[in-house]
C-alpha cells in the first residue's frame, strides 16, 4: 500500500532554513505528482504550499514563492521541500500527499520563532 514518511521538522528562528524529506513507497513514484501541504492550526483548513509533476514541472502558492523549493529524486522515491527564509507565519504541520489522492503522510512539525 501506499506509504509517505515525513521527515525534517522543527524549530528554527526567522530568517532560518529547514529541508523536509518525504520517503515514498508502494506505488510508481516516477510517474506520480507529488505534493507538499500545510495546516497552520488545529481547525485550520490544510493548504496546497508546492507540488511538482513527475518530469519536474513545479507549481508554488504565493506565500512561498521564491523561499520555498520542491524538488524529487525518482531514483530514492523522495521528494524534498527546501525552506529558506522562514517566517513565522510559516509555522505549521507539513504533509506529503501522493497527487490529490487520499494518500497523506504522517506530517511533521516545523516551528518559526520570531
Known amino acids: 500500500q501506499v506509504q509517505l514518511v515525513e521527515s525534517g521538522g522543527g524549530l528554527v528562528q526567522a530568517g532560518g532554513s529547514l529541508r523536509l524529506s518525504c520517503a515514498a513507497s508502494?506505488?510508481?513514484?516516477?510517474?506520480?505528482?507529488m505534493a507538499w501541504y500545510r495546516q497552520q492550526a488545529p481547525g485550520k483548513s490544510t493548504d496546497r504550499v508546492a507540488?511538482?509533476?513527475?518530469?519536474?514541472?513545479?507549481d508554488y502558492v504565493d506565500a512561498v514563492k521564491g523561499r520555498f523549493t520542491i524538488s524529487r529524486d525518482n531514483t530514492k522515491n523522495m521528494v524534498y521541500l527546501q525552506m529558506n527564509d522562514l517566517k513565522p507565519e510559516d509555522t505549521a504541520v507539513y504533509y506529503c500527499?501522493?497527487?490529490?489522492?487520499?494518500?497523506w503522510g504522517q506530517g511533521t512539525q516545523v516551528t518559526v520563532s520570531s
Open positions: 500527499r501522493l497527487g490529490y489522492s487520499e494518500s
Open positions: 508502494g506505488f510508481i513514484f516516477r510517474s506520480q505528482t
Open positions: 507540488s511538482i509533476t513527475g518530469v519536474g514541472r513545479t
